[in-house]
């Protein structure tokens, strides 16, 4: 099951239906299934709190993604600060929605094993993300 919360911010308006759809199938691609999904929206105060507490950063993101999941079956809270994507999509001269479905599904690939952070994996992470954005629009 897939839920979508907020705290201190306003629901984005996003397809929930179509965009779960999405999110399984992304999964699917990847020899998952979505097991507990709860994304959580926030502002930039949430997530810094989120990262000063959990993760002991002290410095605003995007995304933070707690990961549960067992064998083939993902699952996980996944903290999106709207503040940071709106940010983002505005210095990368972006649509905002396709920064926002951008940052959802780059959760989704961290819980489906893929990494950002070493040499290279970023241009791996960035491709998924594009193979994902390109099953939305289609």
């Not at 897939?2 to 929930?16: F, G, H, Q």
């Not at 502002?43 to 410095?59: A, G, M, P, T």
Request: hydrophobic share 35%; glycine share 6%; with cysteine.
């Amino acid at each position: 099951m897939i839920s979508y919360n907020t705290d201190n911010v306003a629901m984005p308006k996003i397809p929930r239906r179509a965009t779960s759809a999405w999110i399984k199938s992304v999964a699917a691609s990847y020899g998952k299934v979505v097991g507990e999904i709860a994304y959580i929206f926030c502002d930039d105060e949430k997530i810094l709190e989120v990262n000063r507490q959990y993760l002991h950063h002290d410095y605003y993101t995007d995304i933070i993604t707690f990961d549960y999941t067992e064998g083939d079956t993902i699952s996980g809270d996944i903290f999106i600060s709207l503040d940071t994507v709106r940010s983002n999509s505005m210095e990368q001269q972006t649509d905002y929605n396709e920064e926002l479905s951008r940052v959802i599904i780059h959760g989704i690939l961290h819980l489906c094993g893929i990494d950002d952070k070493g040499p290279g994996e970023r241009e791996i992470m960035e491709a998924a993300e594009n193979r994902a954005l390109a099953m939305l629009n289609k």
